[in-house]
């Protein structure tokens, strides 16, 4: 296996030790800030690896079949880890999480359709943008988690929550509009 491959495969495998890491406190009583210093440290590894994957990919000539599937099934595994446990602890609405969700499923299913056809599926823009936005979203999660654990008394925590609020539904509206660039391709493949 490649050097991306493995950063692939390693994000697969961090994304449940974020989660474990996400609720340790709570099911052991303590640990709050060790826990959260990891999770830090996880989520920043996740991350870095979704960056460097590519990138050693395509400047050391290493871009595999198996490396085309693996990368974005990696990302949704890891986002919608995050997004699991955002909405678990209450700062992701549930129906924004939903229709993530659904538009992960959903795409992945309207992804072995076209496959089946012998057409491969590009990211269009929306897909791009969507991608950012979940980005953003889970570090505004993540920053808000962390500020949140670490008792930060900050005068602008309400407002860091709205914006965080916004990202979270400005990903689920992106999440559906990159849907309907895939319903509309398989539309008119028939």
Not at 44 to 59: C, P, Q, T, W
Request: aromatic share 16%; glycine share 6%.
């Amino acid at each position: 296996m490649n050097l991306p491959n493995t950063l692939t495969v390693a994000r697969l495998f961090l994304a449940p030790v974020f989660f474990i890491l996400y609720f340790l406190p709570e099911w052991i009583g303590t640990g709050t800030v060790t826990a959260t210093w990891l999770l830090l440290i996880v989520y920043v590894l996740i991350e870095a690896s979704d960056m460097l994957d590519g990138y050693f990919a395509r400047s050391m000539n290493l871009v595999t079949d198996l490396g085309k599937v693996m990368d974005p099934f990696a990302d949704v595994f890891s986002r919608i880890t995050y997004f699991v446990c955002f909405t678990v602890a209450g700062i992701m609405p549930a129906w924004v999480f939903l229709l993530i969700l659904y538009r992960e499923l959903g795409a992945t299913f309207l992804r072995m359709i076209m496959i089946s056809k012998g057409v491969a599926m590009a990211a269009s823009i929306f897909g791009k943008i969507k991608a950012v936005i979940y980005a953003v979203s889970s570090i505004f999660g993540i920053l808000y988690t962390a500020m949140i654990r670490f008792y930060v008394d900050v005068s602008w925590i309400d407002y860091f929550y709205i914006i965080m609020q916004a990202t979270f539904i400005l990903g689920a509206l992106t999440a559906l509009l990159s849907l309907g660039v895939y319903l509309k391709a398989v539309f008119r493949s028939k």
